[in-house]
């Protein structure tokens, strides 16, 4: 079945830099597009990020030119680099099939002084 791990976060001071990771199985990674999408505390899931199949991404614009989605289709793993990390960047990071609800239990992100 479908399985995506999370790693990668951490707790980090503002302005620093997190490389976040997604070992992906299950299903044929490359034919997918995937998205990072996080859930900060009492609040709902956001979209943070997608790339598709062909590489193309799209950002949201709270996150736009500080984070970078990438991935490696031969190592099955989706990476978000997040730079300039700010306090309302802390939230717990998914990644999931694009368009679908997240499978994985997620990577705590905290910014904080």
């Known amino acids: 079945q479908v399985q995506l791990v999370e790693s990668g976060g951490g707790l980090v001071q503002p302005g620093d830099s997190l490389r976040l990771s997604c070992a992906a199985s299950?299903?044929?990674?490359?034919?997918?597009?995937m998205s990072w999408v996080r859930q900060a505390p009492g609040k709902g899931l956001e979209w943070v990020s997608r790339?598709?199949?062909?590489?193309?991404?799209s950002y949201a614009d709270s996150v736009k030119g500080r984070f970078t989605i990438s991935r490696d289709n031969a190592k099955k793993t989706l990476y978000l680099q997040m730079n300039s990390l700010a306090p309302e960047d802390t939230a717990v990071y998914y990644c999931?099939?694009?368009?679908?609800?997240?499978r994985g239990r997620g990577t705590q992100v905290t910014v904080s002084l």
């Open positions: 999931a099939q694009a368009g679908r609800y997240p």
């Open positions: 790339i598709n199949s062909d590489g193309s991404t």
């Open positions: 299950g299903f044929t990674f490359s034919d997918y597009a």
